[in-house]
DNA sequence: CTAAGGATTAACT
DNA sequence: GTTAATCCTTAGT
């Protein structure tokens, strides 16, 4: 299908295009082998107006600097020393706005993705789980910057968009230490997939 | 349920 | 420069 093109990542609306890129699908060509998936579960982040947003009101740094630039653009950061966490920075430069990639579905490349997450059948936990996602698709924080409109990484449609009432909104994982923003029903499921992460 | 793991950052000298 | 607290998690008891 389609490449998803640079401008439609540079949207004002981050909630909204979280929305949408559930069904669509994510490829990366890394060690020359293409593997990639339907995104299942996404998370918008906002610097403008939360507080779980790593760029929240303009705390630029080294790490956030990528929040600047205009959308279309990957945020790779390292979690819990242990995991790389996928993000697509979103909407235009100077507007700090970014997408997580929780879970995907896998479509192509299953026998590398099983290898490289150590697991002898596809199920759940192979791509279910923000860092399950980039372990599988070989994406790591020397990924950070690269272009979604390039060859390594990109984004595609599959068809027709996921009609709104087929997902689920609910507070976003992890991100407590927000106030009341971490109440805010930013995280969007596939609600009949059986690929969506773990976490409650 | 819990421990592990490494980078980032704010708050100090 | 240094330190301590924190973190958008997962695998393994």
Redesign the pocket.
């Known amino acids: 299908m389609a490449k998803l093109p640079r401008h439609y990542y540079q949207q004002a609306d981050v909630v909204a295009l979280a929305q949408n890129l559930v069904g669509k699908a994510l490829y990366t060509h890394i060690d020359g082998v293409t593997t990639g998936g339907m995104i299942v579960e996404t998370?918008a982040?906002s610097g403008s107006r939360d507080r779980?947003?790593?760029a929240f009101l303009h705390?630029r740094?080294?790490?956030?600097a990528i929040f600047y630039q205009p959308g279309g653009l990957a945020y790779v950061?390292?979690?819990?020393?242990?995991?790389a966490?996928f993000?697509i920075i979103t909407n235009v430069a100077e507007a700090p706005d970014?997408v997580?990639i929780?879970a995907i579905e896998p479509l192509e490349g299953i026998g590398t993705m099983l290898r490289r997450?150590?697991l002898a059948r596809a199920q759940r936990?192979l791509t279910?789980?923000?860092?399950?996602?980039t372990?599988a698709l070989g994406i790591t924080?020397a990924d950070y910057g690269e272009e979604l409109t390039g060859d390594r990484i990109w984004l595609e449609t599959r068809g027709d968009d996921v009609d709104a009432n087929r997902l689920i909104a609910s507070p976003?994982?992890?991100?407590?230490?927000?106030g009341e923003d971490a109440q805010l029903p930013w995280r969007f499921r596939l609600r009949d997939s059986s690929w969506t992460?773990?976490?409650k």
Request: include cysteine.
């Open positions: 998370e982040y779980a947003c790593h705390r740094t080294q790490r956030t950061y390292l979690c819990y020393g242990i995991h966490l993000n970014a997580l929780r997450r150590g936990k279910g789980g923000p860092g399950c996602v372990q924080t976003r994982v992890g991100v407590g230490y927000a992460s773990p976490a």
